[in-house]
């Protein structure tokens, strides 16, 4: 199905929790994200993802990119720590018990653009379940539609509290993961 923009109104725009409307510019950061990552990082046969709102042509999302980054064994994301420590990302430990199988990784606010970089196994459930939420979205613009809604309504219901909007969201996700993937 075509992709057609969403609608972000201004109710939606927070100073806790923002949603804008999507950006051009997106797919061009992650791209200058993703080189600088496999530059640095030297992992054998790491890849590199675009996931989230952000991914998504057309979906409005907080200004903020998710990417996944695949490799063979968690001991290799520990081991890049460091590493990824040197291109400004901050090691989150404190959210591996949230989600066991992967490593968090967050570019701080004053880096442009922000990041959430998820270190997971490379074709393993995380991965598979990340890509297949993200593409069913770029394929189905219904599908689009009624996500970009539900993110509006709960931007406003959950302004103060990004951790409750997430979790709001995640029984959508979950119906489209358990129907499409």
Not at 9 to 19: F, T, Y
Not at 105 to 127: E, K, N, Q, S, Y
Request: aromatic share 8%; hydrophobic share 40%.
């Amino acid at each position: 199905m075509p992709k057609t923009p969403t609608s972000c109104p201004a109710d939606a725009r927070m100073s806790e929790l923002q949603l804008v409307e999507y950006q051009d510019t997106w797919p061009l950061q992650f791209l200058q994200v993703a080189e600088q990552l496999l530059s640095a990082v030297s992992v054998p046969r790491a890849l590199v993802e675009h996931i989230g709102s952000t991914a998504v042509p057309g979906l409005c999302s907080k200004p903020v990119l998710d990417i996944l980054l695949g490799v063979e064994s968690l001991n290799d994301a520990e081991a890049s720590i460091p590493t990824l420590a040197t291109i400004g990302f901050v090691y989150r430990p404190e959210y591996e018990a949230q989600i066991p199988g992967r490593r968090y990784f967050v570019r701080l606010a004053g880096a442009a653009p922000r990041v959430h970089l998820h270190t997971v196994i490379r074709g393993g459930d995380l991965w598979r379940q990340h890509l297949c939420f993200r593409d069913r979205l770029r394929q189905d613009g219904e599908l689009l539609h009624s996500y970009a809604g539900l993110k509006r309504s709960l931007a406003v219901a959950h302004a103060a509290d990004k951790a409750a909007y997430t979790e709001a969201k995640a029984p959508f996700i979950q119906q489209v993961l358990a129907s499409s993937c």
